[in-house]
Structure formats: structure tokens, C-alpha cells
């Protein structure tokens, strides 16, 4: 089945470290590519997004995506996290350009240790 | 800044009881959208509406859901006979344009006794 995965189900981590979360997905043709997060007791925020173009993109907050066709990947990295990088963090993906829906992933839990 | 704003934010209801779930979208935006989250699931989309209809519907959206847009503002989502298994996080999203980011509001808690 078409699907969106992502690797690590719950991260902890100490300010400073780097962060990487995998996500990859399995639909064929163009896409569209997201990250999302959600703070504790908020909705969910776009952090970025990719379309089309340069297939690395910045984001907010100093988070960085790389979209890698051949790996069918979106990876979302941030060089050194912050404790207020608690979060949990979905990667979405639009299948098609006639598709509305984001497909989501499993959504990632990041602990960020002060 | 624009929000989604959803309400109320925790519904508790009886099965078999009809619900509606009220979300005000961006207002500018054009397209329209429910997902819903079970506790330890997957965010899964439930339908997207434009221009006054469904534009797409998931397995999930059967007959005992339905959608509408009464007042140009307020985007709402029906369960017509709640069951156990509805019990989710509902969350309404809007777009501008159809490849656009969609935005989400905070989610409606709807528990079913």
C-alpha cells in the first residue's frame, strides 16, 4: 500500500545535537513534500515545504528538509536543537497534482534534554 | 496572523448521539478540510471541500458523515450516529489554493461513551 514512513517513533536528545528524522514515502510521480509540527497543547505548524526547485529547503526555526528522488526521502535535519524543539514532527506528502489530501506519516516525538 | 479556529475543543457524547464538530477557516482560503487522529494513529485525511462540494472523500467518510459550509464562514463536520470507534482528535485545515500549505487549527478531542 501507498504510504508515508517515518523511522524513529520517539528521539531524546541534548541541546546542542544535531537532529536528523528520516521520512520516506512510497508514491510514484510528482509530489508534493511537508513537515509539520505540533508544540505541546498546539496545532499543527508548517515548518516547510517542498513543491519544486532547489531540493533542499530551509525552513523556520532553523530546520532543513532534502527531498532525494531516488530515495523516495524527505529528511528533516537541524544542525543543533534547542530544548524548545520538543515536539512531535509529521512528514506529509500530497501524491499527485490532482490529490487535496496530505498523506501523513507516524509523526515523530522529539525530547529535547536541557 | 490568520488561524483556524475549531470549537469546541473537547466534545464527550453518547453513542449513537449526532455530533457537530464547528471550524472557522482562514478567510480568504478557498478549500477546506477534515483529518482525524485516533489516539496512537496516523493523522488520516477525511474529505476536502471547494466551491460549496466535496471535492474528495476517504474510505473513512461514510453516510453518517457530512460536511457543510452554512454561512460562508463556519465549515462544519456532522456524525449523524456516533459510534465507539469515531472517539478521535478532529482536526479542520484550510488552503488557499489547492497545492497550497493547508493550515490547521487545534483539533477538536471527541470522545464517545
Known amino acids: 500500500a501507498q504510504s508515508v514512513s517515518q523511522h524513529n517513533h520517539h528521539v531524546i536528545l541534548s541541546e546542542a545535537a544535531s537532529l536528523e528524522l528520516g521520512c520516506n514515502y512510497s508514491?510514484?510521480?510528482?509530489?508534493?513534500l511537508f513537515w509539520y509540527v505540533q508544540y505541546p497543547g498546539q496545532h499543527l505548524q508548517l515548518l516547510l515545504k517542498y513543491f519544486s526547485g532547489d531540493p533542499l529547503v530551509k525552513g523556520i526555526k532553523g530546520f532543513e528538509a532534502e527531498f532525494i528522488k531516488s530515495k523516495f526521502s524527505f529528511n528533516l535535519r537541524k544542525p543543533s536543537v534547542q530544548w524548545s524543539d520538543t515536539a512531535e514532527y509529521f512528514c506529509a506528502v500530497i501524491p499527485s497534482s490532482n490529490d487535496y489530501k496530505l498523506s501523513f506519516g507516524a509523526g515523530t516525538t522529539v525530547t529535547v534534554r536541557a | 496572523e490568520p488561524e483556524v479556529t475549531q470549537t469546541p475543543s473537547h466534545q464527550v457524547t453518547q453513542m449513537g448521539q449526532e455530533v457537530i464538530l464547528h471550524c472557522v477557516p482562514i478567510?480568504?482560503?478557498?478549500?477546506f478540510y477534515w483529518y482525524r487522529q485516533i489516539l496512537g494513529q496516523k493523522v488520516e485525511f477525511l474529505v476536502s471541500?471547494?466551491?460549496?462540494?466535496?471535492?474528495?472523500k476517504s474510505e473513512i467518510f461514510d453516510d453518517q458523515f457530512s460536511v457543510e459550509r452554512p454561512d460562508g464562514s463556519n465549515f462544519t463536520l456532522k456524525i449523524r450516529s456516533t459510534k465507539l470507534e469515531d472517539s478521535a482528535m478532529y482536526f479542520c485545515?484550510?488552503?488557499?489554493?489547492?497545492?497550497?500549505?493547508?493550515?490547521f487549527g487545534p483539533g477538536t478531542r471527541l470522545t464517545v461513551l
Open positions: 471541500f471547494y466551491n460549496n462540494e466535496i471535492s474528495e
Open positions: 478567510s480568504n482560503h478557498l478549500y
Open positions: 485545515a484550510s488552503s488557499a489554493n489547492r497545492e497550497d500549505t493547508q493550515y
Open positions: 508514491y510514484g510521480g510528482t509530489v508534493n
